[in-house]
């Protein structure tokens, strides 16, 4: 269970865990009573011969099932999903791709670093990846460097205190459990089976929020008035670092050879409706959707919100 974007604290495996804000934690900690982590999944695969796979529920968030807030208005959407309802990937994502898919580089560090009120406050950093050791870095003064442990076996890491000293995540996730929260830049550098530096990765503290991002999935679309091109809207600073915080009502509008369709923002608890040309950000993040007409031209798609830089995206159709 996760919510993209939402992280709690202290950090610890928790099962139906429930808060004020209907979220779950995306530090991948929190599963149903009937379920468990990814990890206790890979370790039965990679260690059982008898095993020939592995099934999670779900790839994608969908409506209805809001477990464990089965009886709490406004939720109304699961949180199973490894991406949530607008299509967005959850840190989960990354974790499943470090596991699954060696062939694509997979670095990915987590919580945001935007903790206004947490200085000085241990905000536990983590990281998944398909390289085995890494080394983090906080304003460029080490916080140690971690490796899978590889010597985790099936036998005695699922006891409770196994589960409580997240001993089944040691081997495949990195993490560090004790870093202090201080604004600024946080870097990863992976290295390979041999040592060598194979990946680095920066994350910094956002400023305030300044303008609206769009990136299309496909800036071409098909002139059969059905075609559909995905729009992703977030929120950067003026130096272009993503805002994690940011919430705000944002507006849609479309001109030229198309037409506004739906959208969503992956918050399971969120009563915006999905066909109404406005939607709150979630964590700084929304999807629109624009549908093609029949006529080919150019179809221009514009957001707007209060206090950020508006942005326009030209979709050709064809």
């Known amino acids: 269970l996760s919510s993209r974007g939402v992280y709690k604290f202290p950090v610890e495996r928790k099962s139906m865990a429930m808060y004020d804000d209907h979220q779950a934690s995306s530090y ?4 149903a009573s009937w379920s468990n982590l990814p990890e206790d999944d890979f370790i039965l695969h990679d260690d059982l011969h008898y ?3 592995e099934f999670i529920w779900t790839g994608f968030d969908y409506l209805g099932e809001p477990t464990p807030y089965y009886s709490h208005w406004p939720s109304h959407s699961s949180l199973f999903g490894a991406v949530d309802l ?16 060696r062939e694509v580089e997979t670095l990915h560090i987590l919580p945001h670093w935007n903790w206004n009120g947490r200085e000085g406050e241990v905000t ?8 085995p050791t890494a080394e983090l870095f906080i304003n ?4 140690g460097v971690r490796t899978k442990d590889l010597s985790i076996p099936v036998e005695g890491s699922y006891s409770e205190e196994a589960q409580q000293s997240l001993e089944r995540q040691k081997r495949y996730r990195l993490m560090w459990m004790d870093t202090k929260y201080e604004p600024g830049i946080v870097k990863v550098v992976a290295y390979d089976a ?8 920066e994350m910094r503290t956002a400023g305030k929020p300044h303008r609206l991002v769009l990136e299309a999935d496909r800036t071409e679309i098909t002139a059969d008035g059905k075609d559909l091109s995905f729009i992703t809207i977030s929120v950067v600073d003026r130096q272009g670092n993503p805002c994690p915080n940011v919430n705000e009502l944002v507006r849609f509008s479309v001109k030229g050879a198309g037409s506004y369709r739906a959208a969503a923002n992956g918050d399971p608890a ?19 959707i624009v549908e093609s007409s029949r006529q080919p031209g150019i179809l221009t798609f514009e957001a707007k919100a209060k206090g950020l830089r508006k942005a326009s995206i030209d979709i050709r159709t064809r």
Not at 140 to 143: F, M
């Open 51 to 53: 095993t020939i796979g």
């Open 194 to 201: 041999e040592g060598n530096v194979a990946a680095t990765k």
């Open 140 to 143: 460029g003064k080490s916080q």
């Open 86 to 101: 607008a299509g967005i990937p959850k840190d989960r994502f990354y974790l499943y791709r470090s596991h699954w898919n």
């Open 270 to 288: 969120s009563l915006d409706l999905f066909h109404l040309p406005h939607m709150h950000l979630f964590n700084g993040k929304l999807v629109a």
């Open 124 to 131: 536990p950093i983590f990281v998944y990846t398909n390289h």
């Open 28 to 31: 991948d900690l929190e599963h």
